[in-house]
């Protein structure tokens, strides 16, 4: 469920002529790190903890994935209403909640993480007659709930022990250099003349003082964002808890945001991969095992697909309306 919004911004320029054949590099690169993280844990762990995460996989976890799902993706649809908005890009409502669970859908289906989101924002940006600043927008989009996933897994890093806990105060001192960084591109002018990269840096200031950090859109970002991130970090506690873990919610909840920070590595296929990694990693540095950490990946990824499958409904529909308007095209040809 969780791409980065840097991830998202890179591929979306795909959509733009580019150097293909590096493209196909990086993204062989890509899925031969995810799967390489995947042969690790099976020479070492064996097939074991994979087939017992399946096999733990009950009703209830599904049925809590489900439903924290809704919750999750209708902010996230907000999240990207509040910086279209701000960019001066319309998304309805309706169409952005099926929009975004159409992406979550092929993030979590196809190799790499983000194809959801690159098709999000060229089909949003085919619809308004502007795929570039629509691919822009959900670039920014993405890279602001990064940003808070950031700062809530520093903060809350800070506050329970946690494997990663001694790098912390480093961490958070590097969050607040970035965000004075930032504060300090979003005041970038324009100057007559200006070179292409001087041009850039303008339109990113312009975007982030627009589409980020003005006053209607901030506080909606923030506040949709933390509760996307601690609705994905409850349901990695619930599949620790299906997947049998002894661990209590305030020990499991530092694993879940480390793993969910794993996870926003480019580096996936369909999201398994780093995941499981970090997962393996962070229990076992917990004492809980390695091999409970990747049996709580399994439970986990298998619990976010399900809370995925509207996605596949609005994809079906799509294509029936399509295959109907192009019947129609062709009756009247």
Not at 4 to 15: D, I, P
Not at 98 to 105: G, I, L, P
Not at 130 to 135: H, I, M, R, T
Not at 242 to 247: E, K, L
Request: net charge positive; proline share 5%; hydrophobic share 55%.
């Amino acid at each position: 469920m969780s791409t980065t919004g840097a991830e998202t911004l890179t591929t979306c320029r795909a959509a733009a002529p580019a150097n293909g054949s590096r493209r196909r590099v990086l993204r062989s690169l890509r899925l031969l790190g995810a799967a390489a993280v995947l042969g690790v844990l099976v020479w070492r762990l064996g097939t074991g903890p994979f087939v017992e995460g399946l096999r733990m996989v009950d009703a209830r976890a599904v049925v809590a994935a489900f439903a924290i799902g809704i919750v999750t993706t209708v902010c996230c649809a907000w999240r990207w209403r509040l910086v279209s908005h701000g960019l001066g890009v319309t998304v309805p409502f309706g169409t952005a909640v099926a929009a975004y669970y159409r992406s979550q859908f092929l993030n979590l289906t196809l190799p790499g993480g983000v194809v959801g989101d690159v098709h999000r924002g060229v089909s949003h940006g085919r619809e308004v007659g502007d795929v570039s600043l629509a691919v822009r927008v959900v670039a920014w989009e993405r890279t602001a709930g990064q940003a808070v996933q950031v700062v809530l897994t520093v903060v809350i890093l800070l506050l329970l022990p946690s494997p990663a806990r001694p790098s912390m105060p480093l961490l958070a001192a590097l969050v607040v250099v970035l965000a004075f960084g930032i504060a300090f591109l979003s005041r970038v002018r324009p100057t007559p003349d200006a070179s292409r990269w001087r041009r850039a840096l303008h339109t990113v200031a312009d975007d982030l003082r627009q589409g980020l950090l003005s006053r209607r859109a901030w506080p909606g970002i923030v506040l949709a964002s933390t509760i996307v991130i601690l609705g994905y970090a409850t349901t990695f506690v619930i599949a620790a808890k299906t997947a049998g873990s002894p661990a209590s919610p305030a020990e499991l909840l530092p694993l879940a945001l480390l793993v969910l920070l794993a996870m926003a590595i480019p580096m996936s296929i369909g999201g398994w991969g780093p995941r499981e990694g970090m997962a393996a990693w962070a229990f076992a540095m917990a004492g809980l095992g390695a091999a409970a950490g990747v049996a709580t990946a399994v439970v986990y990824g298998v619990m976010v697909l399900v809370a995925s499958l509207p996605g596949a409904v609005v994809l079906v529909l799509a294509w029936r309306r399509g295959a109907t308007l192009a019947a129609k095209e062709a009756a009247r040809a």
